[in-house]
């Protein structure tokens, strides 16, 4: 009994931290932007694409051999959506490395020089270190 308890602590632990909780907010965001980008598809690309296709949705472009019917039209939508959503992500990433990369520069920027202080104690560590391997030899 005390051991579900443990792993049910356990579990609330790995839940409650940071990178699942992220991961969360993050597919949460995924699937609501996944309806913006298919309505982007369905109803912006779509209707540019049929002014060349001469049909109003992709979904509809089919062809047959026998009795199997191949639904090009879905799987172009598809890859569109892909499409999308990567290069959303990517821009993202980007962005991301981007402020990454500042924040380093600001933070390489703000290491000051050493105080005469500081030096003076690097200084008298050498020396005591020298001391100390004297006294061991």
């Known amino acids: 009994m005390k051991e579900e308890f443990i792993v049910l602590k356990e579990f609330r632990n790995f839940l409650m931290q940071g990178n699942v909780l992220d991961m969360a907010v993050g597919i949460i965001v ?62 993202i990433v980007k962005g991301a490395n981007k402020v990454r990369e500042m924040t380093h520069h600001d933070k390489d920027a703000e290491t000051p020089a050493p105080t005469q202080d500081e030096v003076y104690l690097k200084e008298i560590r050498d020396l005591l270190k020298e001391q100390n391997k004297e006294n061991v030899e």
């Open 30 to 91: 995924g699937a609501a932007f996944s309806g913006i980008v298919k309505a982007l598809t369905d109803d912006l690309i779509n209707p540019i694409i049929a002014i060349f296709t001469r049909s109003a949705n992709l979904s509809s472009i089919t062809f047959k051999i026998g009795p199997a019917v191949f639904k090009i039209g879905t799987f172009l939508n598809a890859i569109i959506n892909f499409l999308i959503i990567m290069f959303v992500v990517f821009l």
